[in-house]
């Protein structure tokens, strides 16, 4: 948030990763999972590795912002983050606009764009493996 106001507010807050909540309040599976929280999507993703190898969330709907690029997170992370599921751009009329694999020309754009991840059906991958 430095990047955009010098004018700060801190305030302490309890975390703890997806893969731990589920377990701890007993959840199997989550339908539908909103992640907004201003460019740590990927952290919120990467706390959730457990749920997502096993394909427990059936709908992922998360966020791509500029601040993204300056934490240095980009598209090829969501990719990586994500086996198992296939990425979509949601597009302002509502459409999913799939992405098959990953491409940094037709991937890594530096806009904010909103994307959903469904779990492939047969479990498979993907995308290439971004190097």
Do not use: W
């Amino acid at each position: 948030m430095g990047l955009f106001t010098g004018d700060i507010v801190s305030h302490a807050v309890e975390c703890t990763t997806i893969d731990a909540f589920m377990t701890e309040a007993g959840i199997r599976e989550i339908a539908f999972l909103k992640i907004d929280t201003e460019s740590f999507d990927i952290d919120v993703l990467r706390g959730a590795a457990g749920a997502i190898s096993r394909r427990a969330i059936r709908m992922i709907q998360f966020e791509f912002i500029p601040a993204n690029v300056a934490r240095r997170i980009f598209m090829r992370d969501f990719f990586a983050a994500l086996p198992g599921y296939r990425l979509h751009r949601m597009c302002l009329n509502g459409a999913l606009m799939k992405l098959a694999e990953y491409d940094v020309k037709t991937c890594e754009i530096f806009v904010t764009h909103n994307l959903v991840a469904l779990p492939l059906e047969d479990g498979g991958s993907h995308h290439r493996s971004p190097d």
